[in-house]
């Protein structure tokens, strides 16, 4: 192989592969990116056997050829090179890596060594959907996924497609977010995949902050997301999510309109003498007030009083600081909604009149 290629544009597709490379592998070749250069373009692969990016870029071709390199090093070698153009050539057991007065020799492992991904089936059907809204969708319930449950259905989010609408769901039993976006597609039977944690965090880097769409196709084991010429492949999570509908509270009688900022700066202030393994604070709901407090053996004790229009029966409830905090860090709304009944049963948690789709946000609270 020989090529020849902008820094920037080889740059750009190293990053976005660094999220696929599994570090810790027992199969020292998953360490390395795979280049196929051929016909005025080098492509790029990783994979971690569960998630794989293929990529691409224009270089200058001038020997075709398939090798692969340690991704993280080259990475690292090729945002420390000044902007010019970066040559690369394999021969054999070493690759050279040079641009400008600048040269290096990488060790590097067979192409052939490196796994076969799954293809795009033929003949099934192609969900188009909306970047900017699956980014939205994706940011509100990452963080409620917990990513190392053994109910391995719950490493995941439920994604659901129906003509009218597409929703994302994600818990880790104590919380749950959901997120629903409008859509108008005409004859499609509605659908539900459970997209592992990792396939979710990796779409919303390829999708950015553009207002392209994203085309998906489901097949046998696999899911398959096209974005701006680059194709992410993920393993399809096999279960069964939990009944989600059931945990929203419907009878939620206590409605308190809070100011994000606000609460979300008492929250965190109040958090800090809070007992570092619960991060419980409690909120004490009165007429015209919720003071917010938390106590531990080891820090003190901390208190902050938030003024709100409330005139209801008095309540005390205890919850998760960092549930709380990482809620209001997603909501883009100036004033959120929290609706409770009751000490012990769940809070529903939603902001003010959002713009484009609706969002909720459930929490069980604790028992301190």
């Given at each position: 192989?020989?090529?020849?290629?902008?820094?920037?544009?080889?740059?750009?597709?190293?990053?976005?592969?660094?999220?696929?490379?599994?570090?810790?592998?027992?199969?020292?070749?998953?360490?390395?990116?795979?280049?196929?250069?051929?016909?005025?373009?080098?492509?790029?692969?990783?994979?971690?056997?569960?998630?794989?990016?293929?990529?691409?870029?224009?270089?200058?071709?001038?020997?075709?050829?398939?090798?692969?390199?340690?991704?993280?090093?080259?990475?690292?070698?090729?945002?420390?090179?000044?902007?010019?153009?970066?040559?690369?050539?394999?021969?054999?057991?070493?690759?050279?890596?040079?641009?400008?007065?600048?040269?290096?020799?990488?060790?590097?492992?067979?192409?052939?060594?490196?796994?076969?991904?799954?293809?795009?089936?033929e003949g099934e059907a192609v969900e188009v959907l909306p970047g900017r809204a699956l980014r939205l969708m994706v940011e509100r319930t990452q963080?409620?996924?917990?990513?190392?449950?053994?109910?391995?259905?719950?490493?995941?989010?439920?994604?659901?497609?129906?003509?009218?609408?597409?929703?994302?769901?994600?818990?880790?039993?104590?919380?749950?977010?959901?997120?629903?976006?409008?859509?108008?597609?005409?004859?499609?039977?509605?659908?539900?995949?459970?997209?592992?944690?990792?396939?979710?965090?990796?779409?919303?880097?390829?999708?950015?902050?553009?207002?392209?769409?994203?085309?998906?196709?489901?097949?046998?084991?696999?899911?398959?997301?096209?974005?701006?010429?680059?194709?992410?492949?993920?393993?399809?999570?096999?279960?069964?999510?939990?009944?989600?509908?059931?945990?929203?509270?419907?009878?939620?009688?206590?409605?308190?309109?809070?100011?994000?900022?606000?609460?979300?700066?008492?929250?965190?202030?109040?958090?800090?003498?809070?007992?570092?393994?619960?991060?419980?604070?409690?909120?004490?709901?009165?007429?015209?007030?919720?003071?917010?407090?938390?106590?531990?053996?080891?820090?003190?004790?901390?208190?902050?009083?938030?003024?709100?229009?409330?005139?209801?029966?008095?309540?005390?409830?205890?919850?998760?600081?960092?549930?709380?905090?990482?809620?209001?860090?997603?909501?883009?709304?100036?004033?959120?909604?929290?609706?409770?009944?009751?000490?012990?049963?769940?809070?529903?948690?939603?902001?003010?009149?959002?713009?484009?789709?609706?969002?909720?946000?459930?929490?069980?609270?604790?028992?301190?």
């Open positions: 192989m020989e090529l020849v290629i902008r820094k920037g544009d080889l740059l750009r597709e190293l990053q976005l592969l660094q999220g696929i490379i599994e570090r810790r592998t027992t199969l020292p070749v998953l360490a390395n990116v795979l280049l196929k250069a051929a016909d005025g373009e080098v492509l790029l692969l990783a994979t971690d056997l569960e998630i794989g990016l293929w990529s691409r870029c224009q270089a200058s071709v001038a020997r075709p050829g398939t090798l692969t390199l340690p991704a993280r090093k080259l990475f690292d070698i090729v945002k420390a090179l000044p902007e010019t153009d970066v040559r690369i050539e394999g021969d054999g057991s070493a690759v050279k890596i040079a641009a400008d007065r600048f040269e290096s020799r990488m060790s590097t492992l067979p192409a052939e060594d490196f796994p076969n991904l799954a293809q795009v089936p963080f409620a996924i917990t990513g190392e449950d053994t109910r391995y259905f719950l490493n995941g989010a439920l994604f659901l497609l129906r003509p009218d609408a597409m929703t994302m769901v994600a818990t880790d039993g104590h919380r749950l977010a959901l997120v629903t976006v409008p859509r108008g597609v005409a004859d499609r039977a509605p659908s539900q995949v459970i997209l592992p944690k990792k396939t979710l965090v990796e779409l919303s880097k390829l999708v950015g902050d553009g207002d392209g769409d994203v085309r998906f196709t489901r097949g046998e084991n696999h899911l398959f997301f096209e974005v701006g010429g680059r194709l992410l492949i993920s393993r399809v999570i096999d279960g069964q999510f939990p009944a989600y509908e059931r945990v929203i509270p419907k009878t939620n009688d206590k409605r308190i309109d809070f100011d994000r900022d606000r609460l979300a700066s008492a929250v965190r202030r109040v958090a800090i003498l809070s007992n570092e393994r619960s991060r419980a604070v409690r909120f004490s709901v009165g007429a015209g007030q919720v003071e917010i407090a938390s106590s531990s053996p080891e820090f003190g004790e901390a208190r902050e009083q938030v003024a709100v229009d409330y005139d209801g029966p008095q309540l005390e409830v205890c919850f998760n600081a960092n549930y709380i905090l990482e809620f209001l860090a997603v909501v883009e709304t100036e004033r959120v909604t929290f609706e409770f009944k009751d000490e012990v049963s769940q809070a529903l948690m939603k902001p003010l009149a959002p713009e484009g789709h609706e969002y909720l946000y459930v929490v069980m609270p604790m028992r301190v």
